[in-house]
Structure formats: C-alpha cells, structure tokens
C-alpha cells in the first residue's frame, strides 16, 4: 500500500498566471524517490529549462534520505523531465516567446508509486494582477462565510 504524495507550488499560482499544464515523469535515484515518498521535497524556488532538446528541473529541493549510505543523492541538483517529443518541442517554441516560462506546479506519486510532476506555461502577473486575485479570494471567503451562517 503506497501512500499518495502531492506537494504543491503555491507561490507559482499566485506569481504566474499558468496558459497550459503538463504532467512529465522524473528521472530519479533510488534515494530521491524513497525522501519523495515520505514528503520531503519541496518545489517552490524550482523552475524548468532545456538544456538542448531536453527538459530539466532546476533548484528542485529533494531532501537526503536519512538511511541512505554513502551513495546518498545531492538534495538540489537538475533532474530530467520525461516528456513525449511532440510535448518538448511545443514547449521549446513557446517559451522562446517573450515572457513565457516554465514552473513546476505539483509533484505527485501515481497509484503506481511513480514520481510525477505537473509544469505549467506560465506568463508572469503583474502587481494589480496579484492585488486583483487576492481581492477575489477575501470575497469569496467572505461569501461562504455568509453562505454557511445561513
């Protein structure tokens, strides 16, 4: 029984107004996805590149495994995203477009016990954007503070 993990980019929803989302596998260590399994990664500061015509993850904090050896993994190094070649080279077009990037939204293991990670094409939001959205969110908390009242 493998429980499910999913540590979410919270910061990215509210910094980027996200225009596609992908789910890419990840090229792991048998240590990295032991400390993935347990919780210990965080993805908030990450963001994605191509090196060549391949994706990586980069600044991806991965904790070490507490019982691994001495061949333990480094906790920040670049990992390679698996993603079908169609998907990489709609993603290399696009974000070579002004101001498009790409930042890691979630990371999840499937009922498989797989690592998985959802990107998005991300446009970064402007200060009124970010003021707007939380302007959203206290209304609509206020709204269902009423609803629940009644």
């Known amino acids: 029984m493998i429980k499910e993990v999913s540590i979410q980019n919270k910061r990215a929803r509210f910094d980027y107004e996200i225009l ?3 789910t890419a596998g990840i090229v792991l260590t048998g240590t990295e996805i032991k400390s993935i399994r347990l919780g210990k990664a965080q993805i908030a500061e990450s963001f994605c590149e191509f090196h060549g015509h391949e ?29 079908n070649k169609k998907e990489l080279k709609s993603l290399a077009r696009k974000v070579e477009t002004k101001g498009l990037t790409i930042v890691p939204l979630r990371l999840f293991t ?25 302007k959203d969110r206290d209304t609509q908390r206020d709204i269902d503070r009423l609803k629940k009242a009644f």
């Open 20 to 22: 596609e989302t992908y």
């Open 55 to 83: 994706l990586f993850a980069i600044n991806t904090y991965i904790e070490e495994y507490a019982f691994g050896t001495a061949f333990n993994h480094q906790s920040r190094s670049e990992r390679k995203l698996l993603l």
């Open 110 to 134: 499937n009922e498989k016990g797989l690592a998985k990670l959802d990107i998005g094409l991300c446009r970064g939001k402007k200060n009124y954007d970010k003021r707007e959205t939380l």
